[in-house]
């Protein structure tokens, strides 16, 4: 079993401290919201960059926004590991698999809790992680 705790209700003020408490988890999940894909806004990635020299966890980057496309490669470069995406967004599904895989990062795909699991058949031999809101 993998266990992923995210940061997004930990204390921002503290935040190293509050990772430390999770260093025996295998991942950090971290939730990433633009305010269009989802109403919310977190953070971008100067906060995980920050976090990834004081940490060898996996880095579980969930996108909830628009256009993961653009945003791929500055969320890679900044110590993704994983990087999850909808395929509810505006982006083509299979073009930001190529685009994540090419990032050498490992790809998960996303659906919304109204989408019926199905779209995700023609995906899944793609993609390492799957996640389902």
Do not use: W
Not at 29 to 36: F, K, N
Not at 41 to 58: A, D, M, W
Not at 81 to 110: A, M, P, Q, Y
């Amino acid at each position: 079993m993998i266990v992923a705790p995210s940061i997004l209700s930990a204390d921002f003020n503290n935040l190293l401290e509050e990772v430390n408490k999770i260093n025996n988890a295998d991942f950090i999940h971290i939730d990433v919201m633009d305010g269009h894909f989802v109403p919310n806004i977190s953070f971008g990635t100067c906060v995980y960059k920050n976090l990834r020299k004081y940490t060898k966890q996996v880095f579980d980057v969930h996108l909830m926004i628009d256009n993961p496309l653009f945003y791929a490669q500055s969320f890679a470069e900044s110590g993704a590991d994983i990087i999850t995406f909808h395929l509810e967004c505006k982006n083509d599904t299979i073009e930001v698999i190529d685009k994540l895989k090419s990032l050498n990062v490992k790809v998960g795909i996303s659906i919304k809790p109204k989408t019926n699991v199905e779209v995700l058949l023609p995906y899944l031999d793609k993609v390492d992680l799957v996640l389902v809101m």
